[in-house]
């Protein structure tokens, strides 16, 4: 399941890019202290990055801008963009996400 | 399994029942659980691990005793610290001597319900009656937000209560919820709770589509949004200026740390003097008497004083780490400080034991569980101890007085303070070098994610901050404490014994087993330019660092420990020594009482070990190069 040429990475994201989240987990991830690709993927989804959420990027780090600070529909989330890479998102404008208010299909609903 | 079937098998009409609070992290379940059991509460360890177990207990409505579980908090019963395990397995029933709770109270911030929805999911596979408390219900009618409550429990399927725990409201209607609950229960017991099995992502994904279709039927948006965590994030989170403030934070809290608990523990060691002074004049100095005053004097009231002499920083310390995690902030300082850590290998939380270890290593390590990850917390305790903390000042200013002249630098700063100045920071620099060392050669790989949830900024309540202050306070003097004292006591008996025989000339100390390791390990400390009175005093210094005053005073036969001594040791040491006991401190690992509590909560006696072996190691080389370079220069 390649995602669709239009989605960014979330790693790339910049301080106000807003839109939905595309995909959480599937890429390449070099695990460490017992954390593996499936169960960042797993964790991430806990703590609100699922398929169809509202984002915006609010806060970045002094260095390197990271960890950057992500508003999650309800919650704001803060992670490292080493972790951000495992969340495709698409850039949507404000009014677009607005208009998105129904969200579409999730990949794996979609998928199964 | 089994135990949670024996669990239940267990249960007589007689048995006292249990409740357990469950949440995600920052949803007010500890200010409920404070507001439900009041003073009555107690907290301990669970067994083997040390993850804190908070229990209290209440009268329901209906007459029932209930043990309260305050658990703690969790986005998923699928564990991945020992906090976490603790979670699962109480909730499961799995815990050794533990029956299964019978009924779960789910706590809830109400302003924030997605996750707590999706692991209301998870919680019903268990099987266990569940409550969900709507907590912080008046921040979210402030901020409009809609919420079905009727409609809510019919799509669960369970009763949901509205509370207000900072305000004591809704604490009846839960309590009333648990009495029926518990009468239905014990008319048909409960379902064997080992149904709930770890999910999977795809059930997470379905567990989340669930909650937001339940979302979505029964809340409505905020029509008054919270603007001010935005705005307040907007100052606190700019990558420059939230930096600056966290420093001027920083400062403050250290100023208050040292201003603020200093007259009170200069009171207290005032006291325990004035104790002091009253044994000696009502107790014989010779003999077996003589022998008991001086444990009591030396050992005890020493031992004892040393540990509430600290207890004002800890208390005004913890004020401060306590208001700051209640107001929402201390993730705030983890996510500015995370890259700064993670570069030299530390989780951003680490910033709460490094903290605490400025004041004392002991709170500082017993604060390294708020990490996950086991090496992580093992690399912060690890390091803690390499933080300046205010047990090397009495040492310090004491060579800084008697060797660093007090004169003035560029005009305004003195030379005496920026001396001191450079000790703090080579402590903790030395600190993050060596976490990084640890990092890059012996646990490679890049340290545990980071993700955590940015909480809503809250104004902290009062009587929650000063029960959580208040229990620190308790622990540090219970766990801490003890072993702080035995250590004392174990000190002041090899100081002591053998007794100097009948018209010894030297100092009693000097007759003494610590006289004799001393001795001993003078010709190995020659090197780096200690003379045996230094190998001696470092002996009784091994209880606590500022006892190394005293035991130089001892040895050297001046009382007091004021500027007679400084006196002495300027004419006595060369400039050189003074620089390398001074290096020595900043990385000796000359407290037992440290080593006593890394043993306690790493439960083994290897991590103790290494953090002695490589502190003295380093301690041993940072002494003999100031020494030898300093004697190149002159000194």
Redesign the interface.
């Known amino acids: 399941m390649n995602p669709p040429s239009e989605t960014n990475s979330l790693a790339e994201a910049r301080k106000g890019d807003r839109g939905l989240v595309v995909q959480v987990g599937g890429e390449a991830y070099a695990g460490a202290g017992g954390v593996d690709a499936a169960e960042i993927e797993r964790r991430l989804l806990e703590i609100g990055f699922v398929e169809g959420a509202r984002f915006e990027i609010l806060h970045e780090g002094l260095f390197g801008r990271d960890p950057i600070g992500v508003r999650l529909d309800d919650l704001t989330v803060a992670l490292r963009r080493r972790e951000a890479a495992q969340v495709r998102v698409r850039f949507v404008h404000e009014a677009a996400v607005a208009a998105a208010e129904a969200p579409a299909p999730l990949p794996d609903e979609a998928a199964a | 399994m089994s135990a949670a079937a024996e669990a239940v098998a267990g249960e007589s009409p007689a048995h006292a029942f249990r409740i357990a609070l469950v949440g995600n992290p920052n949803c007010g379940k500890t200010a409920l659980f404070n507001a439900l059991t009041g003073a009555r509460q107690k907290v301990a360890n669970y067994p083997g691990v040390t993850v804190e177990r908070k229990e209290g207990h209440i009268t329901t409505p209906e007459g029932r005793q209930v043990s309260v579980l305050d658990l703690p908090g969790t986005?998923?019963l699928?564990a991945?610290s020992p906090d976490e395990v603790v979670t699962r397995d109480a909730v499961l029933g799995r815990l050794a001597g533990e029956a299964a709770p019978d009924v779960l109270v789910c706590v809830a911030d109400s302003?924030?319900?997605?996750?707590v929805l999706?692991l209301m999911v998870e919680l019903k596979a268990v099987g266990r009656p569940i409550v969900l408390a709507l907590n912080m219900f008046d921040i979210a009618q402030r901020q409009g937000i809609d919420i079905d409550v009727a409609r809510l429990s019919k799509e669960l399927g369970v009763p949901v209560v509205t509370t207000v725990a900072t305000r004591k409201r809704g604490l009846e209607d839960l309590l009333a919820q648990v009495d029926r609950l518990m009468a239905a229960d014990l008319v048909a017991p409960a379902d064997d709770p080992g149904v709930w099995h770890e999910?999977s992502?795809?059930e997470?994904?379905a567990a989340?589509?669930q909650a937001?279709r339940t979302l979505k039927d029964c809340v409505k948006?905020p029509a008054r949004p919270d603007t001010l965590?935005?705005k307040l994030?907007a100052v606190l989170?700019n990558?420059?200026g939230?930096?600056l403030i966290l420093l001027a934070i920083l400062f403050v809290m250290f100023q208050a740390v040292f201003s603020l608990a200093r007259p009170a523990g200069d009171l207290i060691t005032e006291g325990l003097s004035q104790a002091s002074t009253y044994v000696t004049a009502s107790m014989p100095s010779t003999g077996w008497i003589g022998l008991l005053r001086s444990l009591i004097n030396d050992g005890i009231i020493n031992g004892v004083g040393s540990v509430i002499a600290f207890l004002p920083q800890i208390l005004v310390l913890f004020l401060f780490i306590i208001v700051l995690e209640d107001f929402g902030y201390m993730?705030r300082a983890?996510?500015?400080l995370?890259?700064?850590m993670?570069?030299a290998g530390l989780h951003?939380r680490a910033f709460i034991p490094l903290l605490s270890s400025h004041a004392c290593a002991i709170p500082g390590i017993m604060s390294a569980r708020v990490i996950d990850?086991?090496?992580?917390r093992l690399t912060t305790i690890l390091v803690a101890p390499l933080a300046t903390c205010s047990a090397r000042i009495p040492i310090y200013t004491l060579i800084i007085g008697a060797f660093v002249p007090a004169k003035t630098v560029w005009g305004f700063a003195s030379l005496q303070g920026l001396v001191m100045f450079g000790l703090y920071a080579a402590g903790i620099t030395s600190a993050l070098i060596v976490a990084f060392v640890i990092r890059r050669l012996f646990w490679r790989?890049?340290?545990?994610?980071?993700?955590?949830?940015?909480?809503?900024y809250k104004v902290p309540d009062a009587m929650n901050v000063a029960r959580g202050v208040w229990q620190r306070g308790e622990i540090f003097l219970k766990r801490a404490g003890t072993t702080i004292l035995s250590m004392m006591i174990l000190i002041w008996f090899l100081s002591t014994v053998p007794l100097a025989p009948a018209g010894a000339t030297g100092p009693a100390i000097d007759y003494s087993f610590a006289g004799m390791i001393g001795h001993t390990l003078e010709p190995l400390l020659r090197p780096i330019g200690f003379n045996w009175q230094i190998s001696v005093a470092l002996i009784p210094g091994m209880a606590a660092r500022e006892v190394a005053v005293g035991a130089l005073g001892t040895v050297y036969s001046v009382s007091g420990e004021g500027s007679a001594l400084g006196g002495v040791l300027a004419h006595q040491w060369s400039l050189a020594t003074a620089l390398a006991l001074l290096a020595w401190y900043v990385f000796a690992p000359q407290c037992m009482s440290t080593l006593a509590v890394v043993r306690r909560e790493t439960n083994s006696l290897k991590w103790p070990l290494i953090m002695f072996g490589y502190m003295l190691a380093l301690a041993y080389a940072a002494a003999f190069v100031v020494y030898h370079v300093a004697v190149a220069l002159g000194g």
């Open positions: 986005y998923s699928r991945r302003t924030s319900l997605r996750l999706r999910p992502v795809a997470i994904r989340h589509r937001e948006p965590t935005g994030d989170l990558p420059v939230g930096i993730a983890a996510f500015l995370d890259r700064l993670g570069a951003g990850n086991r090496r992580d790989g890049s340290a545990e994610p980071f993700l955590m949830q940015l909480p809503d």
